[in-house]
């Protein structure tokens, strides 16, 4: 069955640092996304992107965040300056199409982000 | 805005004890449902679905049905097993959202033998 992959599975950083989680989404997905938990805390929506452009973002993505398909695999989440803050699970996710009545997303296994 | 509101766990079980794994949610549209399951060390993996009122979605012995009228969406297996044991997520989309999915807080599962 077709997978969601992500890299690093865990990443100890030091404040201020830059951090790249990296994804390859299903190879026929149109729609990518990115979440992120804090332990103990709820799945939060980052940023979707579609057609090489993000399609939606939450106030959680903000100047610090961007995100790029630099090549036609992979899907990246860069942290430019992280924040003790931004220590959580990240977890990539992509869709085949968003029509469907239940816009099923398959998830990646996660990216664990420590931040000291 | 869409929520989702889940039991608090932990939740403890011995083997073959019946689950319910409350789920409420706040939506303007009409959202489609989702429960989604995450196993030790893996991925959220899509456990089951239900796109409209009275839906019922099922998978691995697992059920739950769209109450629109309670705005409801309880997770029940008649009989769990050791391998149940997870984080379970109840999740919803509302159509038209790029946004595709907010989730509740998780439920913690574990079977004891």
């Known amino acids: 069955e077709p997978e969601v992959t992500q890299t690093p599975s865990h990443q100890v950083t030091q404040m201020g640092q830059e951090v790249i989680l990296r994804c390859v989404p299903i190879?026929?997905?149109?729609?990518f996304y990115w979440y992120r938990q804090i332990l103990g805390q709820k799945v939060e929506f980052l940023v979707s992107?579609?057609?090489?452009?993000?399609?939606?973002k939450s106030e959680i993505f903000d100047d610090q965040f961007s995100v790029e398909r630099p090549d036609g695999s992979n899907f990246t989440l860069k942290i430019r300056s992280t924040k003790l803050e931004d220590s959580a699970m990240y977890f990539c996710?992509?869709?085949?199409?968003?029509?469907?009545?239940?816009?099923?997303?398959?998830f990646g296994a996660g990216s664990r982000l420590t931040v000291l | 805005g869409d929520s989702v509101t889940q039991m608090e766990g932990p939740v403890t079980l011995s083997e073959e004890a019946f689950l319910t794994i409350n789920c409420t949610y706040t939506?303007?549209?009409?959202?489609?449902l989702f429960w989604y399951v995450q196993y030790p060390g893996e991925g959220l993996q899509l456990l089951l679905k239900a796109t409209k009122a009275d839906d019922k979605g099922s998978n691995k012995g697992f059920e739950a049905t769209y109450r629109k009228e309670t705005t409801s969406f309880h997770l029940e297996k008649g009989s769990v097993q050791v391998s149940d044991s997870a984080v379970y997520f109840c999740a919803l989309s509302d159509r038209g959202s790029a946004r595709q999915l907010t989730f509740g807080s998780g439920t913690q599962l574990t079977v004891l033998p």
């Open positions: 996710a992509s869709c085949r199409d968003t029509n469907s009545g239940a816009n099923v997303l398959t």
């Open positions: 939506a303007t549209g009409y959202p489609s």
């Open positions: 190879s026929n997905h149109l729609y």
């Open positions: 992107f579609y057609n090489n452009e993000i399609s939606e």
